[in-house]
């Protein structure tokens, strides 16, 4: 259960807040004295129990702050960055910042970070950190660039993980987002991709993190108005790879779809997340606090008079801008509970709840207290067995979870066992993991956890024989982005599988594989009108050096003269959708063996066999407009399989294809082709025997004339 407090004014007067609100609202060595840094150019130091200024402190006219006051836990000063690159350090007595120690450094800061136990950090806008010490010690030493050109910064947190600095921070290019993760006693910096989830399709306006024992929780408020989970391990594989990590949905619409206008989050603690914003059914700003566990609003408090869209949280005051005035709104959180997220956990002060009598009865008190002492024998006999138990490792609990649990929370649960560090036997654990779904798939009609399966398979450690039952439940579901995956990556698939997922390829409708995700690189896009304006400006159809309408054998000939424009259409756009021809790709770049795969063939319905031709007749028409023979794009499929399989399913189903109407014109064309490949060859033949006869007559001229001379040595 939470609750959000009666709010009041930290001071009556309007701060100097720009268009974008203060720079910040940072903790002092004091715990009820706070920083606060407005937008131009002074800083104010806070007493909240007494509501008033104890302090204020001001740069020149003409100068401006550029990162919020922090101050050294260490040495109680504070510290500020004024006009990028000017760092002043003070403390309570100074009165004019002008006449406090100064320091110019070689680099833009973007903002100076200090948490309790360690000493303040420096991040440079370039993504270089350094200790406050060493950069004074030095100030223009010089600065490294880390993050790359174009890259921003967009947000940092800095905390502790065991009593060790963990400094994590977010960059932003082109719309992708990146993490990097700085711990300090390893002196290693990681950096993850933050893909979107399947479900995200918006902009990343604000990010909170925790960080834990064995990853850090990451939050982004999306500006669809959801909040979206990035886990990031604390202890990385290997820094130097290129590390993915992906968002997954965790709060849906929490506020306004238009969130970009002054909308944030904070992680209050493990199950309570603070979201100030436009709820969906409001017109005016609320501060609200969530439970994340059950996915409920506990409390929400309007402001009328709007907000900046910023908040800061320490301790258990929540600092935001009402209008133009610093207002603290005081929450508390309880332990998260199913009773307390359903407001029904009963109270101390319930009438049904009786307390303890104030007087002691003497006469019961050595018996109450030889009770308490067999009861303290029995709990510390329990404690004793269940430490002699062995711990249950990470991966049983997960399997006990996927038997019982909810499909969210059976995600969460997975999303963190794979932050944590791999092990050498993990491929054996993703087997058993994702065979503890699919049994419960097969239990259950309407459970199908398909993110916790995306998961897995983007692990890449499974094969088909590690779990067969996989590829048989996405065909039962006709998922085709879990069939493509597998197809991309599992190397021993059976080909009756592979009949399987072609079937369901041909067959799946038109809306279904609109609304599905699939990855189309394997699919070239060649502008249809530049190829119709290059067949307008030829007068002949020429393929590979020969002219069809001249050849001089049969009724098929004639059957393209007298309709050629058919054909410049069937060359000139593709017979299936992209998303389909992906997904046939994947079938095309599949491993198989034709004895075994042919008998398959057989059972495809005939009108589904003729559009498969059709689109294979359309790659191969795209090859050979190119002299290399090759289509474009990213990994398509080659001349050699192409050829396989149209040779594969001909002799499958040359009967039923044969007996078809629309499929006669498709095997015309594909008879002129194979005779003028047919003609190609063979004039190629007699040019290279042309060759090794003239060959020959050369080398016989340049040995006339010539003797050697071979000597014998007998012993």
Same mark, same amino acid.
């Given at each position: 259960?939470?609750?959000?407090?009666?709010?009041?004014?930290?001071?009556?007067?309007?701060?100097?807040?720009?268009?974008?609100?203060?720079?910040?609202?940072?903790?002092?060595?004091?715990?009820?004295?706070?920083?606060?840094?407005?937008?131009?150019?002074?800083?104010?130091?806070?007493?909240?129990?007494?509501?008033?200024?104890?302090?204020?402190?001001?740069?020149?006219?003409?100068?401006?702050?550029?990162?919020?006051?922090?101050?050294?836990?260490?040495?109680?000063?504070?510290?500020?960055?004024?006009?990028?690159?000017?760092?002043?350090?003070?403390?309570?007595?100074?009165?004019?910042?002008?006449?406090?120690?100064?320091?110019?450094?070689?680099?833009?800061?973007?903002?100076?970070?200090?948490?309790?136990?360690?000493?303040?950090?420096?991040?440079?806008?370039?993504?270089?950190?350094?200790?406050?010490?060493?950069?004074? !010690?030095?100030?223009?030493?010089?600065?490294?660039? /880390?993050?790359?050109?174009?890259?921003?910064?967009?947000?940092?947190?800095?905390?502790?993980?065991?009593?060790?600095? #963990?400094?994590?921070?977010?960059?932003?290019?082109?719309?992708?987002?990146?993490?990097?993760?700085?711990?300090?006693?390893?002196?290693?910096?990681?950096?993850?991709?933050?893909?979107?989830?399947?479900?995200?399709?918006?902009?990343?306006?604000?990010?909170?993190?925790?960080?834990?024992?064995?990853?850090?929780?990451?939050?982004? &408020?999306?500006?669809?108005?959801?909040?979206?989970?990035?886990?990031?391990?604390?202890?990385?594989?290997?820094?130097?790879?290129?590390?993915?990590?992906?968002?997954?949905?965790?709060?849906?619409?929490?506020?306004?779809?238009?969130?970009?206008?002054?909308?944030?989050?904070?992680? &209050?603690?493990?199950?309570? #997340? !603070?979201?100030?914003?436009?709820?969906?059914?409001?017109?005016?700003?609320?501060?609200?606090?969530?439970?994340?566990?059950?996915?409920?609003?506990?409390?929400?408090?309007?402001?009328?008079?709007?907000?900046?869209?910023?908040?800061?949280?320490?301790?258990?005051?929540?600092?935001?801008?009402?209008?133009?005035?610093?207002?603290?709104?005081?929450?508390?959180?309880?332990?998260? @509970?199913?009773?307390?997220?359903?407001?029904?956990?009963?109270? @101390?002060?319930?009438?049904?709840?009786?307390?303890?009598?104030?007087? #002691?009865?003497?006469?019961?008190?050595?018996?109450?207290?030889?009770?308490?002492?067999?009861?303290?024998?029995?709990?510390?006999?329990?404690?004793?067995?269940?430490?002699?138990?062995?711990? /249950?490792?990470?991966?049983?609990?997960?399997?006990?979870?996927?038997?019982?649990?909810?499909?969210?929370?059976?995600?969460?649960?997975?999303?963190?066992?794979?932050?944590?560090?791999?092990?050498?036997?993990?491929?054996?654990?993703?087997?058993?993991?994702?065979?503890?779904?699919?049994?419960?798939?097969?239990?259950?009609?309407?459970?199908?956890?398909?993110?916790?399966?995306?998961?897995?398979?983007?692990?890449?450690?499974?094969?088909?024989?590690?779990?067969?039952?996989?590829?048989?439940?996405?065909?039962?579901?006709?998922?085709?982005?879990?069939?493509?995956?597998?197809?991309?990556?599992?190397?021993?698939?059976?080909?009756?599988?592979?009949?399987?997922?072609?079937?369901?390829?041909?067959?799946?409708?038109?809306?279904?594989?609109?609304?599905?995700?699939?990855?189309?690189?394997?699919?070239?896009?060649?502008?249809?009108?530049?190829?119709?304006? %290059?067949?307008?400006?030829?007068?002949?159809?020429?393929?590979?050096? =020969?002219?069809?309408?001249?050849?001089?054998?049969?009724?098929?000939?004639?059957?393209?003269?007298?309709?050629?424009?058919?054909?410049?259409?069937?060359?000139?756009?593709?017979?299936?959708?992209?998303?389909?021809?992906?997904?046939?790709?994947?079938?095309?770049?599949?491993?198989? @063996?034709?004895?075994?795969?042919?008998?398959?063939?057989?059972?495809?319905?005939?009108?589904?066999?003729?559009?498969?031709?059709?689109?294979?007749?359309?790659?191969?028409? %795209?090859?050979?407009?190119?002299?290399?023979?090759?289509?474009?794009?990213?990994?398509?499929?080659?001349?050699?399989?192409?050829?396989?399989?149209?040779?594969?399913?001909?002799?499958?189903?040359?009967? #039923?294809?044969?007996?078809?109407?629309?499929?006669?014109?498709?095997?015309?064309?594909?008879?002129? =082709?194979?005779?003028?490949?047919?003609?190609?060859?063979?004039?190629?033949?007699?040019?290279?025997?042309?060759?090794?006869?003239?060959?020959?007559?050369?080398?016989?001229?340049?040995?006339?004339?010539?003797?050697?001379?071979?000597?014998?040595?007998?012993?």
């Amino acid at each position: 259960m939470a609750a959000l407090e009666e709010e009041f004014t930290l001071f009556g007067v309007p701060l100097g807040a720009g268009p974008d609100g203060l720079l910040g609202v940072e903790q002092s060595d004091k715990t009820d004295q706070f920083l606060v840094t407005d937008s131009a150019r002074t800083v104010i130091l806070y007493k909240v129990s007494d509501q008033k200024p104890l302090g204020s402190w001001s740069v020149k006219q003409g100068q401006i702050i550029t990162c919020p006051a922090v101050c050294n836990f260490q040495t109680g000063e504070y510290v500020i960055v004024h006009d990028h690159k000017v760092l002043r350090i003070w403390s309570n007595e100074d009165v004019n910042l002008d006449k406090v120690f100064k320091a110019t450094l070689s680099a833009e800061v973007y903002r100076i970070l200090s948490v309790q136990g360690t000493e303040p950090l420096v991040l440079f806008k370039k993504g270089a950190v350094r200790g406050l010490e060493a950069l004074l !010690a030095e100030p223009q030493q010089k600065i490294e660039t /880390v993050i790359s050109d174009e890259e921003i910064i967009r947000w940092t947190k800095f905390s502790l993980l065991f009593k060790h600095p #963990v400094l994590i921070f977010i960059t932003e290019k082109h719309g992708n987002y990146f993490a990097y993760l700085q711990t300090f006693n390893t002196r290693i910096l990681s950096k993850y991709t933050l893909l979107p989830g399947l479900e995200e399709k918006s902009v990343i306006q604000n990010f909170t993190a925790s960080v834990q024992r064995k990853f850090i929780t990451l939050m982004s &408020l999306s500006s669809d108005g959801s909040i979206y989970e990035t886990l990031i391990p604390t202890h990385p594989g290997d820094p130097e790879k290129n590390q993915v990590v992906v968002r997954s949905l965790l709060l849906k619409a929490v506020v306004s779809g238009d969130a970009g206008n002054g909308a944030t989050l904070h992680i &209050l603690d493990r199950d309570h #997340v !603070a979201v100030l914003g436009t709820p969906q059914s409001a017109s005016k700003d609320h501060l609200s606090i969530w439970n994340i566990k059950f996915q409920t609003l506990q409390a929400s408090k309007e402001l009328p008079q709007g907000t900046s869209g910023q908040l800061w949280y320490y301790g258990e005051n929540l600092f935001m801008l009402h209008g133009k005035c610093l207002t603290v709104v005081p929450y508390k959180c309880e332990v998260s @509970s199913l009773a307390g997220a359903l407001g029904k956990l009963r109270h @101390s002060c319930d009438p049904d709840t009786h307390a303890a009598p104030h007087f #002691v009865n003497w006469e019961t008190a050595h018996e109450d207290e030889s009770q308490n002492s067999e009861q303290s024998r029995k709990n510390l006999r329990r404690k004793d067995e269940a430490s002699l138990q062995p711990a /249950v490792s990470a991966s049983r609990q997960l399997l006990l979870t996927i038997k019982n649990d909810t499909e969210k929370h059976i995600e969460v649960e997975l999303r963190k066992f794979l932050a944590v560090k791999q092990t050498p036997d993990f491929h054996a654990i993703i087997g058993d993991i994702v065979r503890g779904l699919l049994d419960r798939c097969k239990a259950e009609t309407s459970f199908y956890p398909r993110n916790c399966l995306m998961q897995l398979i983007q692990t890449q450690v499974l094969s088909y024989s590690l779990c067969p039952a996989l590829m048989e439940v996405a065909l039962e579901k006709s998922d085709v982005q879990i069939l493509q995956i597998c197809l991309r990556q599992f190397p021993d698939i059976p080909e009756a599988v592979t009949c399987a997922c072609l079937k369901v390829f041909l067959s799946i409708g038109d809306d279904k594989l609109q609304e599905a995700d699939i990855n189309t690189e394997s699919v070239f896009d060649l502008d249809d009108a530049v190829q119709e304006e %290059k067949m307008e400006e030829q007068t002949e159809v020429v393929e590979n050096g =020969f002219n069809l309408e001249e050849d001089s054998c049969s009724n098929c000939d004639k059957e393209l003269k007298e309709k050629p424009q058919s054909v410049t259409q069937e060359t000139s756009s593709s017979p299936v959708t992209p998303k389909r021809a992906a997904l046939l790709n994947a079938v095309l770049h599949s491993a198989y @063996s034709e004895a075994f795969l042919v008998a398959h063939l057989k059972d495809i319905p005939a009108q589904h066999i003729t559009l498969f031709l059709q689109y294979l007749y359309y790659l191969y028409q %795209k090859c050979s407009e190119n002299a290399a023979m090759t289509l474009p794009g990213t990994h398509p499929p080659t001349l050699d399989q192409i050829m396989d399989w149209i040779c594969l399913l001909l002799d499958a189903n040359f009967t #039923v294809v044969v007996m078809l109407p629309e499929a006669k014109r498709l095997l015309i064309s594909l008879y002129n =082709f194979v005779k003028a490949q047919i003609n190609v060859y063979s004039e190629l033949n007699k040019i290279d025997v042309s060759f090794r006869e003239l060959q020959k007559l050369n080398q016989e001229k340049t040995n006339t004339g010539l003797y050697s001379i071979e000597v014998l040595e007998l012993f």
